[in-house]
Nanobody, 125 residues
Framework: QVQLVESGGGLVQAGGSLRLSCAVS????????MGWFRQAPGKEREFVAG???????YYADSVKGRITCSRDNAKNTVYLQMNSLKPEDTAVYYC???????????????????WGQGTQVTVSS
């Protein structure tokens, strides 16, 4: 059974930092590209960042320079380091696994096969 479990969310003031983690089990983690998405109330789920199996990364323009995605294949975990947080970063953050080649990082939520339950990030002004 595939499981993705996010953690690390919380309440932080604008300008602060958080590191989200996503622990993955039930699949060959090192073979998958991983993505982070977020969904704010009343908005569609949007791509934030992704990392391929060869550790290439790709970021949404809105977070470039503030957010870093990384992975530890030994721990089957993907991370999202978020710095200089803004109130508009407030959302539920989800990690997802893409079961295709693992080399491409795709920004459409429809392309991802497995999802975590999400973790809430709230940034106060």
């Amino acid at each position: 059974q595939v499981q993705l479990v996010e953690s690390g969310g919380g309440l932080v003031q604008a300008g602060g930092s958080l590191r989200l983690s996503c622990a993955v089990s039930g699949l060959t983690f090192s073979s998958y590209a991983m993505g982070w998405f977020r969904q704010a109330p009343g908005k569609e789920r949007e791509f934030v960042a992704g990392i391929s199996r060869v550790v290439g990364t790709y970021y949404a323009d809105s977070v470039k320079g503030r957010i870093t995605c990384s992975r530890d294949n030994a721990k089957n975990t993907v991370y999202l380091q978020m710095n200089s947080l803004k109130p508009e970063d407030t959302a539920v953050y989800y990690c997802a696994a893409d079961a295709t080649t693992g080399y491409a990082i795709r920004s459409s939520a429809r392309e991802y096969n497995y999802w975590g339950q999400g973790t809430q990030v709230t940034v106060s002004s």
